[in-house]
């Protein structure tokens, strides 16, 4: 993952024109955008290892599962491979403490991050919502990431919104990071970035999904 340099702004990226801006590009800095007060997403679009499916299998086995820990990146990444229902391959690990790290320098966090890391069998959050959250993180390792609107009107407007498909909805492709800006953030009441989970069917095979989220601001068991 490249070096993140918090004194300046990626330019080469693509700018969805549209409310509650969204932007995104194949560089890493990317994500830093979302520090702009016109961005409500930025997303890192990286492509998934071609063995990555195979080598994070024996762990879905176990599904579904929700491991969590907080503190420091490295000691909670340790803290919640230990809470995982199996050990997990050194390269998915390797990536959460990456991506640990660059959140917590992108949300100012003084190298602390609160780390989820879920297996979802079930429609999980389907609804549209925005997050009652500062900065938060997402990474689908394995199936249909998370879907979006750029759309203003935060959590008031998405409770609105039917549970079903919507023009003009964008997705995160496996592997792909994202930074969603919450209603929590300073000045971003009711305008949060208004996502879901993507809907599953019975049967559907279990996501792979990394959350990070600020230190302290969600009770971790």
């Not at 004194?7 to 979302?34: H, K, M, Q």
């Not at 995982?84 to 390269?91: F, H, N, Q």
């Not at 249909?144 to 964008?170: D, F, I, K, V």
């Not at 300073?186 to 993507?198: D, T, V």
Request: glycine share 12%; charged share 20%; net charge neutral.
């Amino acid at each position: 993952m490249p070096g993140f340099r918090t004194e300046s702004f990626p330019p080469a990226a693509t700018t969805y024109p549209a409310p509650g801006s969204a932007i995104a590009a194949e560089d890493g800095e990317v994500l830093l955008n979302i520090l702009r007060p016109e961005v409500n997403l930025a997303i890192w679009q990286r492509p998934m290892a071609r063995d990555f499916a195979a080598m994070i299998a024996p762990l879905l086995s176990h599904a579904p599962f929700c491991a969590e820990a907080e503190g420091v990146v490295g000691e909670a990444t340790d803290a919640l491979q230990s809470r995982l229902p199996c050990p997990a391959p050194l390269d998915l690990l390797l990536d959460i403490r990456r991506l640990g790290v660059a959140f917590s320098v992108i949300a100012d966090s003084g190298g602390r991050a609160r780390l989820r890391l879920e297996a979802i069998t079930g429609p999980a959050c389907h609804r549209w919502h925005a997050d009652a959250v500062g900065l938060r993180m997402l990474c689908t390792y394995r199936g249909p990431g998370t879907q979006w609107l750029c759309r203003e009107g935060g959590a008031a407007l998405a409770r609105g919104l039917p549970p079903r498909g919507h023009p003009g909805a964008g997705q995160i492709a496996p592997g792909s990071v994202a930074v969603l800006k919450g209603e929590g953030y300073a000045g971003n009441a009711g305008l949060g970035c208004i996502h879901r989970s993507p809907p599953a069917g019975p049967g559907a095979a279990a996501r792979l999904l990394l959350c990070i989220d600020e230190p302290g601001r969600i009770p971790c068991p």
